[in-house]
């Protein structure tokens, strides 16, 4: 089992920045890739980003791209979502995820946060 515990979500300007960080435990953190989706009221759930279990590789949605940056930090068993220019189309809940089979996170992910609310006002 891997548990997992989102932080760093609030309230923000449009074109202010916040850093989410996703703290993991139990089973070993860097055998998993991790990576971020969101859901925002009344839509599925979406890809975020993601990155391989060494750090080496990074994906993004495009609606994402040149203003998110996803990051591991091994050591701490965390995982950070910095993002910046941030939109009111970006306010959801982010929900942390880790993937032991695939290289990347998807919705078939096997452990998933309980998520934390980020909301961006214009």
């Known amino acids: 089992q891997v548990q997992l515990v989102e932080s760093g979500g609030g309230l923000v300007q449009a074109g202010g920045s916040l850093r989410l960080s996703c703290a993991a435990s139990?089973?070993?953190?860097?055998?998993?890739?991790m990576g971020w989706f969101r859901q925002a009221p009344g839509k599925e759930r979406e890809f975020v980003a993601s990155?391989?279990?060494?750090?080496?590789?990074?994906y993004y949605a495009d609606s994402v791209k040149g203003r998110f940056t996803i990051s591991r930090d091994n050591a701490k068993n965390t995982v950070y979502l910095q993002m910046n220019s941030l939109k009111p189309e970006d306010t959801a809940v982010y929900y942390c995820?880790?993937?032991?089979?695939?290289?990347?996170?998807?919705?078939?992910?096997?452990?998933w946060g309980q998520g934390t609310q980020v909301t961006v006002s214009s």
């Open positions: 139990g089973r070993t953190f860097n055998n998993y890739a």
């Open positions: 990155i391989s279990w060494g750090g080496g590789s990074t």
């Open positions: 995820a880790a993937d032991y089979h695939r290289g990347v996170v998807t919705t078939l992910s096997d452990y």
